[in-house]
C-alpha cells in the first residue's frame, strides 16, 4: 500500500525521487498553478518559452539539478484551469504514475495547495495510488516497481483522509486481484474464504457462507441448475456490515459470481470464452465495496450477497428447454444456457428480498455482451424501478468517473420472456434489447422493492488500457458504492 506524508516545510524535506509542480495549462502557456515557492522560476521559465511544455492535461517534462533538495523536478499539466475537473486531477496524476513507473521511482513529492481543499488532494492522491497496481501472479520473475511514498507537499494535516483514500484504493485493488485471478484459483470456495478472512475480526461484519447442502435445502434450484456443469460446489456467502444500527435503511448489495462462464450447453465459441473469468466482477465489486465501507467505518447498513458458482460443461450439466423452480416458488424454462446470470441472480435477490428485507437493493452483474455494444467500455448500464435511486447512482458516478447511464424497463419488452412451459423464460425470443429483458427477468424476483441493477459486462475488464488502471479488471464499482454511501450520509 502506498503511504501518503505531509510535509508544509518545502526546503528541510527528505529527498525523494522527483518533485512535481502542477502547471495550468493558459491561452496554450504553462501558468504555474499553486505557488509554494519562486526556487525553480528562472529554471523552467525556458521550456515554457520554448513551448516545449505548454502545460496540456498529463503532459511531464523533467528538469535537473546539482543543489536542492531533488535532483530531478517534473512539471506536470494540468489542463486548462476554467474545464479543471477533478477527473482532469486524476488523469493528470495518473500519467504522472505512468512515468513514475516507467523509471522506476519509489518516492515522489507533490506540490499541492495550502488551502484546504479537500476533494482536489482526494482526486490526486487517487490519480497515483489508483493505477499503482500490477498484477503478477502468474509471470515466474516480476520487476515492476510500485511507487512506496507520496509526500504531500504544502499540506500540514491530512492524515485521516488520506487514510481513508487509501482505504477505497486498496478495496479496488482487492477488487481486481480477484478478477484477474485464474479462474482454477478463484472459485467459490475461494471467493468465501476471501469473504471470511478480508472481514475476520471486523467486529461490524458477519460473514454466513452457505454450502451447497444449505442451498439445496433452501431450494435455489436456479443457482444449483447452473452448477450442474462444474465438479465444484456453489456456494452463498452473506457478508453484513451494520453501520447504522440505530436506522432501518437497510442495502443490498448483489454481485454475480460466476467464476467462469462456458456458457454451459450452450457452449461459448472460440473467441468470446476467454475472458470469462471475469464473470464474478459483480461478486468483486460488493464484497470490495463492503471491504471499503467497512474500513471507512460509514454509518450505513449494507449487505453484500454473493450467489457464486462456475457456468460449466459435463454429461451433467443443466440442459436447454429443461424447467427448474426458483428459491422464490417460480419456475424458469432454460432457453439459453448462457443467460446463467441472471438464474443465479435471480434466487439471490428472492433470497435477499425474503430474508433480509432491506429497504433497497442494488445487483452488479457482467450480465450482456448487448451493454458492450450499446455502452461500450466506458459506461456501465443502469436500470431500475426507482427513479431517486437511480438519479443518485448517476450523480455518484459522475463524481467518480465510474459513469452510469440509464436503459428503460420497457414493459412491453416484459411478453419476450414468455414460456410454453414455465412460469417464465431465461432469454428473449430475439436478441434485440438484449440487456433490458435480461433485467426485466431480474425485476421479476424483488417483488417491487426499491432496485437497481448495473450491468458492468463493459466495464468491468476492458480490453483497452485506461488511464489510470492497465486493461483487464478495473475495480469498477467500488468507487461508485463509497460515494453513492457518502452522499448519503
Ligand atoms: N457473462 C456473459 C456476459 C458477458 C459478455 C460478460 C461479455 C462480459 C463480457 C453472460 O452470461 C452471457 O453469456 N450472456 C449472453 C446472454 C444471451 C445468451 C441471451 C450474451 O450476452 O450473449
Ligand atoms: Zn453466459
Ligand atoms: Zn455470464
Not at 83 to 91: D, G, V, Y
Not at 93 to 108: F, G, I, M, P, S
Not at 150 to 166: P, T
Not at 446 to 471: F, M, Q, R
Request: glycine residues 8%; positive net charge.
Amino acid at each position: 500500500m502506498i503511504e501518503i506524508k505531509c510535509t508544509t516545510h518545502f526546503s528541510k524535506r527528505k529527498a525523494t525521487d522527483a518533485l512535481v509542480l502542477p502547471f495550468w495549462s493558459e491561452k496554450g502557456k504553462a501558468k504555474e498553478a499553486f505557488k509554494l515557492t519562486s526556487k525553480f522560476e528562472n529554471d523552467y521559465s525556458l521550456p515554457i518559452k520554448c513551448a516545449d511544455f505548454t502545460g496540456k492535461l498529463g503532459a511531464c517534462a523533467s528538469l535537473y539539478f546539482d543543489k536542492g533538495v531533488e535532483k530531478r523536478v517534473i512539471l506536470l499539466g494540468l489542463g486548462e484551469e476554467d474545464k479543471f475537473s477533478l477527473e482532469n486531477a486524476r488523469i493528470a496524476y495518473a500519467e504522472l504514475a505512468q512515468v513514475a513507473r516507467k523509471n522506476d521511482w519509489k518516492t515522489l513529492s507533490l506540490q499541492v495547495p495550502a488551502v484546504d481543499q479537500e476533494e482536489y488532494l482526494q482526486a490526486v492522491v487517487e490519480g497515483v495510488a489508483l493505477p499503482n497496481y500490477h498484477f503478477d501472479l502468474y509471470k515466474s520473475k516480476s520487476k515492476k516497481t510500485l511507487l512506496k511514498t507520496i509526500y504531500l507537499v504544502g499540506v500540514k494535516q491530512w492524515n485521516r483522509e488520506a487514510k481513508d483514500v487509501q482505504a477505497v484504493v486498496n478495496a479496488v485493488h482487492f477488487t481486481r486481484d480477484l478478477i484477474n485471478g485464474n479462474a482454477d484459483d478463484v472459485n467459490p470456495l475461494y471467493i468465501a474464504s476471501e469473504a471470511k478472512r478480508v472481514f475476520k475480526g471486523s467486529s461490524k461484519v458477519n460473514v454466513t457462507v452457505f454450502d451447497k447442502k444449505a442451498i439445496t435445502s433452501m431450494k435455489m434450484g436456479l443457482l444449483l441448475a447452473v452448477n450442474r456443469g462444474s465438479n465444484i460446489d456453489p456456494r452463498l456467502i452473506v457478508v453484513e456490515y451494520k453501520g447504522a444500527p440505530k436506522s432501518k435503511e437497510h442495502t443490498v448489495l448483489v454481485g454475480k459470481g460466476v467464476t467462469y462462464d462456458t456458457g454451459g450447453l450452450n457452449l461459448k465459441p472460440t473467441g468470446y470464452m476467454e475472458e470469462m473469468k471475469c464473470d464474478m466482477s459483480g461478486a468483486a465489486a460488493v464484497l470490495g465495496s463492503l471491504k471499503a465501507i467497512a474500513d471507512l467505518d460509514l454509518p450505513v447498513n449494507v449487505t453484500a450477497v454473493v450467489p457464486a458458482t462456475e457456468n460449466g460443461i459435463d454429461a451433467t450439466s443443466f440442459k436447454p428447454g429443461d424447467c427448474y423452480k426458483s428459491y422464490s416458488g417460480k419456475t424458469v424454462e432454460i432457453g439459453n444456457t448462457d443467460a446463467e446470470g441472471r438464474l443465479i441472480l435471480a434466487d439471490a435477490l428472492a433470497y435477499s428480498v425474503k430474508k433480509l428485507k432491506p429497504t433497497q437493493i442494488i445487483d452488479f452483474a457482467t450480465l450482456t455482451g448487448a451493454v458492450v455494444v450499446a455502452l461500450g467500455e466506458d459506461m456501465t448500464g443502469l436500470m431500475s424501478n426507482d427513479d431517486s435511486l437511480a438519479q443518485d447512482l448517476m450523480e455518484a458516478g459522475s463524481k467518480t468517473y465510474e459513469r452510469v447511464w440509464r436503459l428503460p424497463l420497457v414493459k412491453e419488452y416484459k411478453k419476450q420472456l414468455k414460456s410454453k412451459f414455465a412460469d417464465l423464460k431465461n432469454i428473449g425470443e430475439k436478441r434485440e434489447a438484449g440487456t433490458i429483458t435480461a433485467a426485466l427477468f431480474l425485476q421479476e424476483f424483488v417483488e417491487g422493492t426499491p432496485w437497481a441493477h448495473l450491468d458492468i459486462a463493459g466495464t468491468a475488464y476492458p480490453g483497452k488500457s485506461k488511464i489510470y488502471h492497465n486493461s483487464s479488471a478495473s475495480g469498477i464499482g467500488v468507487r461508485l458504492m463509497v460515494q453513492y454511501f457518502k452522499d448519503k450520509i
